[in-house]
């Protein structure tokens, strides 16, 4: 019964990581670039089809989950490459934030980590296989990668806010509703890639904050002093 029991947890657990392959995160940026593709073809004389049948939902699921993962791909890049100078899209410089963290959690003082001194890009990717692979980490594994989820979905989002764009400047609308139509849509993109850098230093502070944790809680009660003087603090 035991071992009946122990299948069927394996098998739920492989279930859920074939579910998030298809995150439904992206379908969000991706029906939102959807919808603007087509109001804007509309507006420029294409039949756009009326009515739900089978076949135009799975068209339309597909279309949105790919447009999910196009506009994750160019939000990200347009939040870090493009506007990386603004001061409230900051926060997306793994090597730098690790960099901060490293000193403020002290993180040299640990044997495992002290090779990372000048190459804190490298101990942000030892560190997610760290809570990826320890059976004891997978709270943080879970929270961590729900803020990288987020992230991506926020990132998506501000582009997609830019799509909107199109079909904004085609109303037939007198200009100044259109520029303030068009100056919300761009607070909006401004705001989505705000919260992705926020949600990408959420993640970053985790992933430094248990590895500052991990190495005294998950000794064995007779090893807790070694670990104490390594990390140079009071087993007490």
């Known amino acids: 019964m035991g071992s009946l029991a122990e299948a069927a947890g394996k098998f739920a657990e492989k279930l859920a990581d074939v579910l998030d392959v298809f995150d439904l995160s992206f379908f969000v940026a991706g029906s939102a670039a959807l919808g603007a593709f087509l109001v804007w073809l509309s507006q420029n004389g294409v039949d756009v089809p009326e009515g739900l049948s089978a076949d135009r939902a799975l068209v339309a699921v597909i279309a949105a989950y790919v447009l999910g993962l196009a506009t994750y791909a160019l939000g990200r890049a347009i939040r870090r490459k493009g506007l990386e100078r603004i001061p409230m899209l900051a926060g997306h410089d793994n090597a730098k934030r690790m960099a901060e963290l490293y000193a403020q959690h002290r993180l040299e003082r640990v044997a495992d980590f002290r090779a990372y001194a000048n190459d804190q890009a490298a101990l942000y990717s030892r560190l997610w296989v760290l809570v990826r692979t320890e059976p004891g980490l997978r709270e943080t594994y879970a929270l961590a990668r729900r803020y990288w989820i987020l992230g991506a979905a926020y990132d998506g989002i501000g582009f ?23 100056a919300g849509l761009v607070a909006s993109a401004l705001l989505a890639w705000r919260q992705a850098s926020m949600y990408h230093r959420y ?11 991990w190495h005294v809680t998950s000794v064995e009660p007779a090893a807790v002093d070694a670990a104490a003087d390594d990390l140079g603090v009071d087993a007490e």
Request: proline residues 9%.
């Open 160 to 182: 997609a806010a830019l799509l909107w764009l199109l079909p904004v400047a085609g109303l037939d609308t007198p200009m100044p509703v259109r520029g303030l139509l068009g």
């Open 203 to 213: 993640q970053v502070d985790e992933l430094a904050a248990t590895a500052a944790h």
